[in-house]
Structure formats: C-alpha cells, structure tokens
C-alpha cells in the first residue's frame, strides 16, 4: 500500500475529486480528515473511507475562512498525529458572462480557490517542514492554462493556484515538502451542475471520454505517494488530451 501509516486532509471532500481522493487514499492506507462546506455530504465520504478500515475525520468548514481553517487543521493533527497529505481541492464554478460578472462573484471565486488553497497551506506547512516530510496537492484546472470562457474568474483564480504553487514549491525545495497541481480536465462531477450528459460528450476530451473523479484521484495518489517524491512545483494535467 502506498500511503500506509499517512493521514491525508482533502478538503472539498464530500463530493466528486475530493471524495474519490480521500477513497483512494483510504484504500492505500491512509486515514483522512476529510472537509466540505457541505457538512451532509460527509456522511457518505466518511462511509467510503471506513469500508477501507480507515479513520474518517469530518471537519465541516468553509475553506474561505482562515480561522476555521485553522482550528480544524490543529484538530486534525489532534486526532490524527500528524498530517502527510494536503489536497487543496474544494472548488465551485458558476459559470457568467464578463460583462455581467459582478465585483461579489468575482471576489467569491478567488476567496474559495486561491484564498482556500492559500490558507489550507498555511494551516499545514508548519506541521509539515517540522516533520521533514509533506505533500501538498491542489486541485487547479486546465482553465488555468487555457482560459474557459464564462469563467474568467474561475480561470483567473486557478492561475494564480499554480503560480503560487510552483513557487512554493520551489521555496521549500530541501524541507521534505513537495507542492504540485493537478490540472483536471472536463471530469464528470457535481461542479458541471445540470448540464445534460449529451451537452457533456460534445466536449468530450480527443482520448474519448470524459473524466472520471479516479482518474483524478490516481493522479493525486501518484504525487502523494513515494513514487513521487521527487516530482514539486509541477502542473499534471489530467485531461484526456484536452489541451
Ligand atoms: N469536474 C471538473 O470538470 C473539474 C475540472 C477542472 C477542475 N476541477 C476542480 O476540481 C475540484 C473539485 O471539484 P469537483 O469537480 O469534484 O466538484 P464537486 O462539486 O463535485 O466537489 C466540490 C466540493 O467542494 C465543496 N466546496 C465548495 N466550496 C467550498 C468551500 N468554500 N469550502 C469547503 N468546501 C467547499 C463543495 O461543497 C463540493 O462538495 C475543484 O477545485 C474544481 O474547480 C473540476
């Protein structure tokens, strides 16, 4: 098993990526604090989690919220001991045009993803250069990279996930903590709302189909993993052939 003895903190968990995460990463071994603004959503997680004979940790929060962030981290090494695996992956993508984007959406989407991201690694990084070993993983986009339009903000806000990222990494290059990016592509998930399924093939990535949250997930293990180790600062993108 690939993460035996780890515990993992994926935030955003109660649904899609993040649940299928915190699944994979139960079935390598780890226990998982597992996060959602959503707090009924984290039954089923946790459910999925203990079937693998994994400690389950709810801890509702909105990633916007650095105090919250920070006390439910500092529970989760609490309970846990100590915490190996971050997925910063909590996200949310109502689409709208620019020209009516409002100041208030704009200011929401950078909160949840780059804020998020930026206070959940915050919260860890302490924990995790004291203990010379980390795995920081979050959950961009290929919007990042190729700007979707009708979300400008969205795209804006997982640009900035990566730039931070990469320089993050680079910062604690040396400490035992590495940081990389997933870039998913068109994954099939809650975030694509009420979309119909015939609309969603049509943007079908060139390899065929679309995204599964486990193809994610094994991208997340991959960089979590040993395996890993010597992988930081990069932008994996999952996508199908999508660029
Ligand atoms: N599905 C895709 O096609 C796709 C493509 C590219 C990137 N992504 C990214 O993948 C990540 C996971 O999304 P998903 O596709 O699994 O969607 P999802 O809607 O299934 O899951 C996202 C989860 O994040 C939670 N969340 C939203 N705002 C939060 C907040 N402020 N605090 C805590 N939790 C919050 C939601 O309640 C939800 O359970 C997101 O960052 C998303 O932007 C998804």
């Known amino acids: 098993m690939r993460l035996e003895d780890r515990n993992a903190l994926v935030t955003g968990a109660g649904s899609g990526i993040g649940q299928a995460m915190a699944e994979l990463f139960a079935k390598e071994g780890a226990n998982v604090a597992i996060n959602d603004i959503e707090a009924d959503r984290l039954a089923e997680t946790a459910r999925l989690v203990e079937a693998e004979g994994r400690k389950a940790l709810p801890l509702p929060f909105d990633v916007t919220d650095f105090a919250a962030v920070r006390d439910a981290t500092a529970h989760a090494i609490e309970e846990l001991g100590h ?4 997925c910063a992956n909590a996200g949310i993508a109502p689409t709208v045009d620019f020209v009516d984007m409002s100041e208030d959406a704009w200011d929401r989407m950078i909160k949840v993803h780059l804020y998020g991201a930026f206070y959940c690694c915050k919260a860890v990084v302490d924990h995790m250069i004291e203990r010379g070993h980390g795995r920081i993983i979050i959950t961009a986009s290929m919007s990042a990279i190729n700007g979707d339009i009708h979300l400008t903000h969205y795209s804006a806000a997982k640009a900035g996930q990566v730039g931070m990222a990469r320089a993050l990494a680079r910062e604690l290059c040396g400490t035992g903590v590495t940081v990389n990016v997933i870039a998913p592509g068109l994954t099939k998930t809650n975030i694509l709302g009420e979309v119909d399924d015939e609309v969603i093939q049509k943007y079908a990535p060139p390899i065929g ?12 293990l991959y960089l979590a993993s040993e395996e890993g180790s010597f992988v930081t600062g990069h932008t994996l993108q999952v996508n199908g052939g999508a660029f």
Do not use: C, E, S
Not at 83 to 86: F, G, H, P, Q, T
Not at 209 to 220: L, T
């Open 83 to 86: 915490i190996d695996v971050l």
């Open 209 to 220: 189909r679309i995204g599964q949250p486990y193809d994610q997930a094994y991208a997340a």
